[in-house]
């Protein structure tokens, strides 16, 4: 983190944007939000479920379905992340 003249902290990520509300990056806040509601919809569904594949059929709690389709997609998001094209210039 480095000060700059108006007394005012910017850390690595945010010397671009600049943006933060009380020294935290809108991007930190952002994630928190959505964890939170993240975790609020997952127990908020908490009865059990039958999923049917192709061949076979699975009784589970939705919750736990949920929870893995955030994390394959969260997997999907961080693995793809790279491949976006800057489309600004």
């Known amino acids: 983190m480095t000060k700059t003249s108006g007394d005012t902290t910017t850390g690595a990520s945010d010397a671009k944007s600049g943006r933060e509300i009380a020294g935290v990056p809108i991007r930190v806040i952002g994630i928190g939000i959505l964890v939170v509601l993240a975790v609020w919809f997952l127990l908020a569904n908490l009865d059990s479920v039958k999923i049917q594949f192709w061949i076979f059929s699975v009784t589970a709690p939705l919750w736990i379905v949920l929870l893995g389709t955030l994390i394959v997609g969260g997997i999907f998001?961080?693995?793809?992340?790279?491949?976006?094209?800057n489309r600004r210039r």
């Open 77 to 85: 998001g961080y693995a793809f992340k790279g491949r976006r094209v």
